[in-house]
């Protein structure tokens, strides 16, 4: 079954090349940590490296901060995008304006 899941995985990278890279991380979010997570993080921006996810809530919160590592790496390999971090932010507290 791993080994399903990593062809899937690598076939979806493949699959979003042509895609801006926003996109891409769109995509392979739901893939790279699970849908009840995905359904927890609104991507919101993705701007020198650094992607912004807002979170539903303080216990996803907590979750997602401690999976930071694994989550960075997964996003990058399956969305085929170099990351150089994630910055959550708890849903209602946006700091960053546009």
């Not at 996810?53 to 997964?74: C, F, G, K, N, Y």
């Amino acid at each position: 079954m791993q080994n399903m899941r990593e062809m899937l995985r690598s076939s979806l990278g493949r699959s979003l090349g042509g895609l801006p890279e926003m996109e891409r991380l769109a995509a392979a979010w739901p893939v790279a940590c699970g849908p009840a997570m995905a359904r927890r993080g609104v991507l919101l921006d993705f701007e020198g490296g650094i992607l912004r996810i807002e979170v539903s809530d303080s216990a996803w919160m907590e979750q997602m901060q401690t999976m930071r590592t694994v989550l960075e790496h997964e996003l990058a390999r399956v969305a085929e995008v170099k990351l150089a971090g994630i910055h959550f932010e708890l849903k209602g507290t946006r700091r960053w304006k546009r």
